[in-house]
C-alpha cells in the first residue's frame, strides 16, 4: 500500500461518505471478533488478544456484542450496529479511510476501530487478525506465499498506522 492509495481511499470518502458507511455497517455484522475458532488452542490465544478489544468496543461503542464458535451469522442488537454507524460518522475523513482499509485488511471493524482510536498499533492489530493463521503455520509449518501475503497485509497496517500519525 502506499499513501496514494491512502489518499485516494480519502477521496473516496469524501464522494460517497454516506454510502461507504452503510456499506461498513452491514460488513460489522460478520466481524472476525464474533466468531472464535473451536481449537482449544487458538480459541485460547484468541481470548487472550480478543477479549480486551471486545470490551473497549463495547465501553466505546455502548454495545454488548454476540460471539459464536459457530458459523452461522450472529444476530447483534440493532444498538450495536446504530452505534458503530454513529461512531464511524464521528470520523474524520482522513479516520474513516484509514478504519475503512483496516477493516478490509483484517476483516474486522473492531480491530480496525481501535487501531484508528490508538487502543493498540499495526503488530497488535495485525497479531489478533491472523492468530488462526499463525497458530496453524506454527502447528504445519509455513506456506511460503500464505507468509508473504500476511507480511504485506501486515506492512500495510504499519502503513495505515504511519498515515493516522501525520
Known amino acids: ?34 466468531y472464535w475458532d473451536k481449537d482449544s488452542e487458538i480459541a485460547s490465544q484468541q481470548e487472550q488478544l480478543w477479549t480486551p478489544i471486545l470490551l473497549w468496543a463495547g465501553q466505546t461503542l455502548h454495545a454488548d456484542y454476540k460471539t459464536t464458535n459457530k458459523i452461522e451469522l450472529i444476530n447483534q442488537e440493532k444498538k ?40 493498540i ?9 491472523y492468530i488462526e493463521e499463525i497458530c496453524q503455520a506454527e502447528r504445519w509449518g509455513k506456506d511460503e506465499l500464505a507468509e508473504k501475503r500476511r507480511q504485506e497485509l501486515k506492512q500495510e497496517l504499519t502503513e495505515i498506522e504511519d498515515f493516522l500519525k501525520q
Open 1 to 34: 500500500m502506499t499513501n496514494q492509495k491512502l489518499t485516494q481511499a480519502v477521496d473516496e470518502i469524501k464522494q460517497h461518505r454516506c454510502d461507504i458507511i452503510a456499506k461498513l455497517v452491514q460488513f460489522s455484522k460478520t466481524d472476525s471478533l464474533l
Open 80 to 119: 450495536a450496529l446504530d452505534n458503530m454507524r454513529q461512531f464511524m460518522e464521528s470520523m474524520n475523513d482522513k479516520e474513516l479511510a484509514a478504519f475503512y482499509l483496516a477493516s478490509m485488511n483484517m476483516k474486522s471493524e473492531l480491530l480496525a476501530a481501535a487501531l484508528v482510536k490508538g487502543k
Open 121 to 129: 498499533n499495526a503488530e497488535q492489530a495485525y497479531k489478533a487478525a
